[in-house]
């Protein structure tokens, strides 16, 4: 997502997130190459959250020399739905780093069954399933504030919020939590022209750029391409990658019919950060076009081959007379 939107999703966290304080345990995934927490058999029940203990916190202390440029968060865990949950319940389970934003993934009963999920982080992406079953497993993957982390304690809270008993429980895995990183957040980028120019029935050419700093673990690429509305025909609305590597390039096709001026919105998404861009398309009515060179020189030969055949009879005639 772009960081505008990053910010916006952070904004909404801080609001959301309000927990009490809750069962602590020590250690944690917060040193660069650890894997998963080391807890005890108690702090194992207390990772599932019900209506009856909503909230779970973990807490490990840190040194300077434990501190790296980057953090990336981690909330894993499977939500099993409960029985007769009301058709229109919603439910949310959120997390925070030391009170700062990580995790937001929002539930929502459908009226023809079945539970919509979403949730949306830097690195796993933006995900929109509905699900039938009586449980899913979300793996959300996020970077946390800059500053989120800090030496000496530092707390990673997960509550959920139910007030429709939409949700019978929520098992968090051990493997959530914080890990150290040298992976700056912005992986991918894309560039895009910002305007694009034809008339009513000409074909249109998009060309696109998508970059990549290569630090992580070299992934599949998704190029994307929607319209916001309007009479724009697209060739196709999708290019896929088998490697993201350093650069990819490629453009997508088009035709307009009719004039007017609308937006294409191309996302690219590398299975970390997707980097996204709009680029305008102004539609002019089809100009009233004249002969083509070739014409033109056919024409003049016509011409020339007419008035030579006009002089030599012209001249045939002349020495008949004579």
């Known amino acids: 997502m772009t960081r505008s939107r990053h910010r916006l ?15 602590a345990t020590t250690g944690g995934p917060a040193i660069a190459g650890s894997t998963e927490w080391t807890v005890s058999e108690m702090a194992t029940r207390e990772r599932t959250l019900t209506g009856d203990r909503t909230q779970f916190s973990a807490r490990w202390t840190l040194t300077a020399g434990d501190l790296a440029p980057w953090f990336t968060t981690r909330l894993k865990m499977r939500i099993t739905f409960a029985r007769g949950a009301p058709a229109d319940g919603t439910a949310r389970v959120v997390g925070a780093l030391n009170d700062s934003p ?39 993957e996020n970077y946390p504030r800059a500053g989120s982390v800090s030496p000496g304690p530092n707390t990673f809270k997960v509550a959920l919020q139910d007030g429709d008993g939409l949700v019978d429980r929520v098992e968090i895995d051990p493997a959530s939590g914080f890990t150290a990183t040298t992976i700056q957040p912005e992986q991918l980028s894309i560039a895009l022209p910002k305007k694009l120019s034809a008339e009513v029935g ?22 994307l391409v929607e319209s916001a509305g309007g009479p724009l025909e697209l060739d196709r609305d999708q290019d896929t990658f088998s490697t993201t590597g350093t650069k990819q390039t490629g453009e997508f096709t088009g035709t307009a019919t009719q004039p007017g001026r609308y937006e294409l919105r191309v996302a690219a998404n590398g299975g970390y950060n997707p980097a996204a861009g709009t680029v305008l398309v102004d539609v002019k009515p089809a100009g009233r076009r004249g002969p ?31």
């Open 292 to 322: 083509g060179l070739a014409a033109v020189i056919g024409a003049v030969m016509l011409v020339g081959v007419a008035f030579l055949l006009l002089t030599g009879s012209r001249r045939r005639a002349d020495r008949r007379r004579a």
């Open 9 to 23: 999703a952070r904004v909404v966290l801080v609001a959301l997130f309000v927990v009490p304080s809750g069962v």
């Open 202 to 223: 000409e074909q249109f050419t998009l060309p696109y750029e998508v970059s990549s700093r290569a630090e992580r673990a070299d992934r599949p690429l998704s190029v």
């Open 102 to 140: 990580a995790a937001l993934v929002t539930l929502r009963a459908q009226p023809g069954g079945g539970t919509r999920v979403f949730y949306d982080g830097y690195l796993s992406g933006p995900v929109t399933t509905v699900t039938k079953e009586d449980s899913i497993v979300v793996d959300y």
